[in-house]
């Protein structure tokens, strides 16, 4: 076993590179896709494909999803060196979403360098996303003696589910970006975050629990686990951004309340709508529609949601939800190992790029 | 049995409304993508999902991938009656597709009306796109008990394969596209077509195959009719393109030479590259690398690929496909019915309208 988590990146990224490689060439192509009736052209593959794909990768990402994954591997009592393909899984359909993600939101920067749509145009990057929703699934067919058929059945079943759930999430997110009057509750955008962040996640655990023949239950714990977790780190993000704002507003010169400029919708804007006197929670309605914002109309949305104790209230859901992450798997009895991994890996996280 | 194809429509129609209904609610929510950790949006579903859809669906499109679905069902001895949820999986996917397609083409117009994203916005449409890649495979999941696990398993793995393929050769499209000079071959041209146009055929040639349970042989049978046929037909699109064009080039005020001025490589305009004379060959890929050409520019383009007989070289390209697609299916020995009824469908894509 790796010493750290960390030590796992450079047999991930072999491993990626075994469905991608970074050069295309006619025989990987016969040997991925199959036979061409025709004649393949490996170079349009290239670019479109194998060229986005690895600059994205190569600008960084911790690739936790894979690493997650051979945790709960290792934990299920497997050698997790003999299931880095299937860690791959997770990790590329992660990086399909994104570049996706970053065409839908108008994302201009990646990882500190251009958003792949602006580097490559959108075509080649949204169809590169998308490519990549369906390649690494080929992992489990191409190893079909590795896993027995049940267990592969189970595997599409999942990542269909999954995959279906990610896309509801991600549509209410949007439709809500869209609205000019707040209307989510927060149970809605817990569950947005559960289905759009949180179905990744759950990929993540359930496939690990699947391929190494985990009874439901456990599935089920580790799902919860990783949905729990998500959310918890969706609802972080928007506490950073919020207290980052709120230490820097004073700064002059100093960006502060992206979240409020892009007219987010988060935990703490809603509960801040809820809670405030009717003119307070109209004021920050219409700060957040607006299409810009001065710095003085940020720093007044960012006290309405400090006065409605909006804060507070995002820390105790994002503690509680924490909580429950871990309960649901105290009960799996995983060794000390596994346990100081999953804590570790908590860690490891919290230090993240995207 | 219906009496015609296009009598299928309306029992497609309501089969694409159990999946995809035309007004969300919870119930539908709870019933399709499971019960939520929390609660979900309807109202945002109805707004990211259903509406733009069902605007699609509404705008037209003769389902043909469903109604060939249904044709092969009821030549394997099949009620088609009993299929109509499963001959919504490749037209459902045809509709994202075609979303999708319509982004990274930067199309306007959609079945005679605002392309979606135009509509919509690009954000709910590409997360619509999308969203359809995966809702319909869920059908094979709810009707678990119609059709064996094996069946399922094997409808999983070929539905990924196809789908890879699929983005391949849209990445080739794309690729060729985005470059000035013209490198493709006629080979990779045909390839290009089987895998961008001809995957999703295949899929529904497998797929009724699969889970009527024919043997590998017959599969592969209708699979090689389905690829061919698509191919055939793209062909026939490019060369009704230039045919067209000729006939209008005189005419005042008529648009004219559309392919042209997009810079598409057909299968003419390879072969026109690869049979003028070098000046000819030369002036031919200057004029579709241009970003704009006049009327005279255009006219000269189709001069070129006409006197260098590649309309004769397509037309035979194309007939020689359809008699490779025919052959593909006789050795099957279809009943009379259907081999009536592939004539037929023939007959009823060609008047097609996407």
Known sequence: MRETLADW???IDDAIAD???REIDAEYLESY???PTYEYDPYAVQR???TPLWDLLDRGGK?????LFLVFVEGFGEDPAEYVHYACIPEILHNGTIIVDDVEDGATIRRGERALHHLYGQDIALNAGNALYFLPLKVLSDRADEIPADRRLEAFEMLMHELNRTHLGQGMDICWHNEHAIRATPEQY????ACKTGCLARIVARLAAILTDQPAEVEQAVATYAELTAVAFQIGDDILDVEHSLGRAGDFGKEFGNDIREGKQTLLVIHALQESAPDQAERLQHILSADSNTDEEVAEALSIIEDAGSLEYAREQALELSAQARAAVEELDFDEETTRKLREF???VIEREE
């Open 63 to 67: 690739r936790w999803r894979a690493v």
């Open 48 to 50: 479109s494909l194998s």
């Open 9 to 11: 990146r450079p047999a």
């Open 346 to 348: 908590t860690e490891f």
């Open 190 to 193: 817990l569950e947005m975050c």
């Open 19 to 21: 469905l991608v490689p």
């Open 33 to 35: 896709f199959g036979e």
